[in-house]
């Protein structure tokens, strides 16, 4: 079976999965895309050099059409707290810049270990207190949150995730719902993987012209995030409204859960 068919086959399927968790949990599907990209490039014997950088990279892209759909889902059901977007949202898209230049120019092997880590640390922030039941009229601190933003979107773009799952503990522990916090975690999504998806997206990848690798240009495998987003745009809606009918404490819970799950898949 040719690579062509292979990724196809691998990458609908596993749109339908990250479009889901991008909706439920306002991830952007990066923490299930990644990893699954990473094992599959592997598995298609890419070069080792480029492999975790283009998993990265293509996870970056998907994300964008999926936070479209999930955010325009969490919109109608006014659960986006837009004071809140637009305090984080400038720090975030200049973070987004750094953070997939940094990525390019760490080993593939360091940053597929960078990912796990992180990952496991911010579903350890996740279980840290209770759940809050504040809204978007929580006292805002505008430039600690501009702070916030270009870190966030420095780990996120890093690591090829939409951002939730650092800027979801911190406004959740600032006193913003969960459910709020993760519509709009979906919609700051956006913004990293926008400024992000460009870099990865406009850096030549000489080891992969010289792979042969067909249909990827820069970092970004298009036909891989052709098969994701086909089906993540569906499944991203059906995520979103179960957001809005799921206990907080439980969601968080299972948001936690999930990132443990991938940490560890990631590392070992």
């Known amino acids: 079976m ?3 068919y292979i990724i196809l086959l691998a990458c609908v399927p ?15 599907g990066g923490a299930v895309i990644v990893p699954a990209l990473y094992f599959l490039f592997s598995a298609l014997d890419y070069d080792a050099s480029f492999t975790m950088h283009m998993a990265v990279g293509t ?4 994300i964008i059409p999926t936070a479209i759909s999930s955010s325009l889902t969490h919109y109608r059901h006014g659960a986006i707290a837009m004071p809140w977007f637009f305090s984080l949202v400038g720090g975030i898209a200049i973070g987004a810049v750094a953070g997939g230049l940094l990525a390019l ?28 039941n504040g809204d978007e009229s929580s006292e805002i601190n505008m430039f600690l949150n501009a702070a916030y933003g270009v870190f966030s979107g420095i780990i996120s773009a890093l690591i090829g995730i939409g951002g ?25 999504g956006l913004c990293v993987a926008l400024p992000a998806s460009f870099v990865f997206l406009f850096t030549n990848n000489v080891a992969a012209e ?22 993540s745009m569906i499944s991203a809606k059906y995520g979103a409204k179960l957001t809005h009918s799921v206990d907080a404490s439980k969601l968080k819970y299972a948001f936690a859960a999930f990132m443990v ?8």
């Open 210 to 231: 010289h792979s042969g690798v067909a249909f990827s240009f820069g970092y970004i495998h298009l036909l891989a995030a052709a098969g994701i987003v086909s089906a």
């Open 164 to 188: 939730a799952t650092l800027n979801v503990p911190y406004m959740v522990k600032k006193g913003l719902a969960i459910n709020k916090a993760i519509a709009t975690a979906s919609l700051l």
């Open 105 to 132: 120019s760490l080993p593939g092997d360091l940053l597929r270990k960078i990912f796990a880590v992180l990952l496991a640390i911010m579903a350890g922030l996740m279980l840290i207190g209770k759940p809050k």
């Open 14 to 28: 596993l749109g339908v999965i990250a479009g889901f968790a991008a909706g439920l949990f306002g991830i952007g």
């Open 2 to 4: 040719s690579d062509i």
């Open 59 to 62: 996870s970056l892209v998907t």
């Open 261 to 268: 799950l991938v940490a560890i898949k990631m590392l070992f």
